[in-house]
């Protein structure tokens, strides 16, 4: 690793390029598996935990939330049961029920084994909807046990999303559930699947111009997706005697005795027999069974500008690289998120419950179903606003064969699909509580959406489409080991590690995270063809600043900070990132050792805090102590242009103990002349001050000063000094349950970024993501 690279492989990058081979793609998978058990095993296991919405801290709030106040609302909801709307978290609580008897595609797991793909439902219900979902696994296969344990949880919820659940048992489950229960009862295999695989086909057929009546569509698995998915699209307009259905023992016909109703329902009087045979001249293929189940050859066989659905989870039945050997004319979709096209589930339920919940709606019908199905299918149509097409950078999110449906981090579906479905179930006589204001409650809708999510999706997008070199300077230690391989998955880039080949061999084997090396760069300071360099540019550097030649040689040799910097400095590499073995400002002063401020700015940190679905941008958390009037509004500058760059139209609020003068003091004078001198700079963006967080994130508070220049919460904080930036950010994260992003360092001239000492592997990876997309802009 120490030796220099051969002329050829000099240029740009004068390092080994990013090979991929199947090595790295096994590596790939196994890392995956392993980094997705430490993500559910680290912290608190598990993905979800319960917040309360009101105090609890003194003998009145006990009072009022418990015995004796928590009396009041028992008797209002016993003398009118709607109010149990009002006075309790039913109205937006879902419970995701299953007895993981379909999990996935994985088959029978039980109840126990399921639990976590229930967990990331009820995640996906909350990151995408708003909705509080919570997961109920209930141990048994028995179909009367199952309803009678599920049909008394009426009054805990406003609906239930049963999941995994297998055929036919969940036929039968599900519409029993129906007659049983006054909420929603859906089983999103069944019609979540069946709307967003509507959605895309009518897209599909509309592209390859296609009539619904004259399609021939083949589908493969007779289970609950595959069912509802038939029902749906025949309830669109594709005729009865169009669809082949097959099952694990070939295509379901009538001379069948095996077949249970459902499958009766469906069944051709046909002389194909096998889904080879079916496939022959189809226009399209549904696949809800299992991995594998198709062949090239089979995909060979069908119609021109062939329709592919291959939907099974987590593997499709035939992958797109496959499609493509044979079929370059194809329209093709799975449900993953890695290809172009994902037909998943997760497009609807969110959206779906939320509508229905929002009107109080008694059941979920076709009306509504088809209406989501429309909606989602409209969308994909619509002009992508460049927000959405930068969280997916290098993908073309233009209606057509690689995009019929909208992408999941597409934050317009809030906007779109839950007001289709409130309107159906109004139109339907289904909603207890219909929406007078539509366009109001569509504002609601995306306000309730925080944009962070799309915006780090877009910044990894961005990072994908321009992967980068970047150096992880404590290159032996384990965290950034894995931090370093999850970048080379991901498709960043060449993660360049600062340490000796054997110690990080050692670490990657003892760890399980595969064999090969491929992708990843190791430079042993100590032996690397570079340090002369390095060393030499150091010493113009720090010569007048009381350094000898020999101390700034020990500086690069030993220094992995200096010498990780050192290749950022001088472009041998694109971004570094450090932190998790030294304080904070002990890596900064190894940083700006060799990297320089950018003219006019200031280098300092903001920290990005995420709580209840709300983001706040936090500075300076890290670097200046006592900031001067002049610091602050530079800090208030230069993090409102980051909000922005992260989706967030900036609201500054420069915060103090006082609020507009009241009290007075030192400090607040800082904040209020900060504000003077944004005033005369004339920023384009909203700022305030001096004033208490208190009234500057709380609009009712704020609506008492109406002179107040901030149209909504701040959503920047500059605090006055390090003390209450740093001490209010950790309190945020200790106490309030906040998930902090950064510090993000600001104002370097090559993008360097510092993680906390106790940052996680996706914290690292995070900081690793941002720097690498700063490097590419
Ligand atoms: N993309 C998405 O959003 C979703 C995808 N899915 C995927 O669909 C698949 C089925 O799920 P679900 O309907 O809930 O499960 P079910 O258990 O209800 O149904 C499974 C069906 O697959 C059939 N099957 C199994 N092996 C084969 C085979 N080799 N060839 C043909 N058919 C076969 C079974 O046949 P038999 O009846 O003879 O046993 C059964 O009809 C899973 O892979 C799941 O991940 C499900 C929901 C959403
Ligand atoms: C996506 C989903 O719900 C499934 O594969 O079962
Ligand atoms: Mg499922």
Known sequence: MGTPPSPERRGPFPFCPLRIKASMVNDSKRNLEREALLFHSTGR?????????????????????YSPGVAAPCLEIARDPSTAYDYTAKGNLVAVISNGTAVLGLGDLGALAGKPVMEGKAVLFKAFADVDGIDLEVDTRDVEEFINCVRYLGPSFGGINLEDIKAPECFIIESRLRELMDIPVFHDDQHGTAIIATAGFLNALDLTGRKISDV??????????????VELVKAVGLPHENVILCDSKGVVHRGRTDLNQWKSAHAQD????????ALAGADAFFGLSVKGAVTPAMVAVMAPRPIIFAMANPDPEITPEDVRSVRQDAIMATGRSDYPNQINNVLGFPYIFRGALDVRARTINDEM??????????????????????????RR???????IIPVPFDPRLIAAIPPAVAEAAMRSGVARRPIIDMESYRRELSARLDPTAASLQALAAEVQTRPQRVVFAEGEEEKMIRAALAFRNAGY???ILIGREERIRETITSLGLGTTLDGLEIQNAKLSYHTKHYTDFMYRRLQRRGSLYRDVQRMVNQDRNVFAACMVALEDADAMVTGTTRHFHSCLNDVLRVVDPTPNELVFSVTLMIARGRTVFIADTNVHEAPTAEELADIATQAAALARRMGHEPRVALLSYSTFGAPVGRTPDRSRQAVAILEERRVTFEFEGEIGAHVALDPELLSLYPFCRLSGPANVLIMPGLHSANISSKLLQKMGGATAIGPILMGLSRPCQIVPMDATVSDILHMATVAAAEAGR
Do not use: F, M, W
């Not at 979800?48 to 003998?59: C, D």
């Not at 959405?388 to 950078?393: I, M």
């Open 493 to 495: 880039g060449t993660p």
């Open 369 to 394: 179903k088809i209406a989501a199905a429309k909606a989602i299918a409209a969308l994909a149509r619509e002009d992508v606003p460049d927000e959405v097409a930068a969280a997916y950078a290098g």
């Open 270 to 277: 046909t002389p194909l027999r096998t889904l080879e045979e």
């Open 216 to 229: 021939r569509l083949v589908v493969n698995g007779a289970g609950a997706a595959a069912i509802a998915c």
């Open 397 to 403: 999110l233009r209606y057509g064969p690689d995009y």
């Open 45 to 65: 296991p598990g993905k979800i935990e319960i917040h309360p919405t009101k105090p609890l801290a003194t003998q009145r709030d006990l009072s009022l939330a």
